[in-house]
């Protein structure tokens, strides 16, 4: 041998195709849970931030119309320093007499009215009973209120 020389490669092993397949194989699997959880978080913060983009223009909406809103009572309605104040009637005295004054009135017109009748105003419920069965305690009911019954024939 001179020096010069060659090693013989010849085709490759099933061996190493297989280990090549595997290390393929194993590369996309990592390749996907990265990328799964890499689209997550992009999902997730893009979320967030769009919240934050419509909360501040919410916030930002809301400013202007206040200002607007200022603005414009301002240029309406001035506050002009000669307007007088309003009167306020702060006396409590005055008050109370003033509705002693009511009271007293309304307690003279209630004494013209003729006392309420206790019998117009019944409020009856009859559950489950039949209809002769309620005719019968309404009978009763207008013996025991006026002995001679009802002379209009119902209500009054």
């Not at 400013?63 to 104040?85: G, H």
């Not at 069965?133 to 207008?142: G, K, W």
Request: aromatic content about 4%; some cysteine.
């Amino acid at each position: 041998m001179d020096g010069a020389h060659t090693h013989g490669h010849g085709p490759i092993g099933l061996g190493e195709l297989v280990v090549l397949a595997l290390g393929v194989v194993l590369a996309a699997d990592i390749l996907a849970r990265v990328l799964t959880l890499l689209l997550v978080v992009l999902a997730v913060s893009g979320g967030v931030l769009m919240a934050g983009l419509i909360g501040y223009l919410v916030f930002a909406c809301r400013r202007y119309q206040q200002a607007t809103t200022l603005e414009a009572a301002q240029q309406l309605w001035p506050v002009m320093p000669e307007d007088p104040s309003r009167a306020v009637n702060a006396d409590p005295v005055t008050l109370r007499q003033a509705i002693t004054e009511l009271q007293a009135q309304l307690w003279a017109t209630r004494a013209g009215l003729p006392p309420a009748d206790a019998a117009r105003h019944q409020h009856l419920h009859f559950h489950g009973l039949t209809p002769e069965q309620v005719a019968a305690i309404i009978a009763e009911l207008q013996d025991l209120q006026r002995p001679g019954g009802w002379q209009d024939g119902g209500s009054q």
